[in-house]
């Protein structure tokens, strides 16, 4: 089974990527597939221990990839970064690092991947238009407003 983990940072963040994501999850889950978001608690803890999680899983589950999904901003924590390349590259840098320490194999790097939220996820859901107001609509159904 292929499994797809996505660490991001908060719970708001998790709930938020699950409904954005819900019809592309059913279709893997309906492939045998998985793809779920997992908080960390916060850009400092995703940053730091991201490549250590991503590593673990990496080596114990052969058909699995993993996301590291920070936001951008705010720049400069918990190491230097003012953009998505130089917060990319630094996470690359920590995971071959633990790689080495652990005596990893260097392919698994070909599984691990870094994006990140230019902008915070609530400014994501504004510009998905349709997915919030199918959304609404539902909600307004259930409270019968």
Known sequence: MSEVFVYVEGPSDQLG???????????????????????????????????IKAINILRNRPNSYVFL??????????????????????L???FDEELKRKRCDNRLADRFFVHCFKYDLEALVLASEKALLARLSRLRIFLRI
Request: charged residues 30%; aromatic residues 10%.
């Open 17 to 51: 990527m699950r409904q954005l994501f819900a019809d592309i999850m059913e279709i893997a889950k309906q492939k045998g597939r998985t793809v779920d978001f997992y908080p960390l608690n916060g850009k400092e803890p995703l940053l730091n221990k991201g490549p």
């Open 69 to 90: 999904v920070p936001d951008l901003y705010p720049p400069n924590k918990p190491f230097p970064h003012i953009n998505f390349e130089e917060l990319k590259d630094h």
């Open 92 to 94: 690359k840098i920590r």
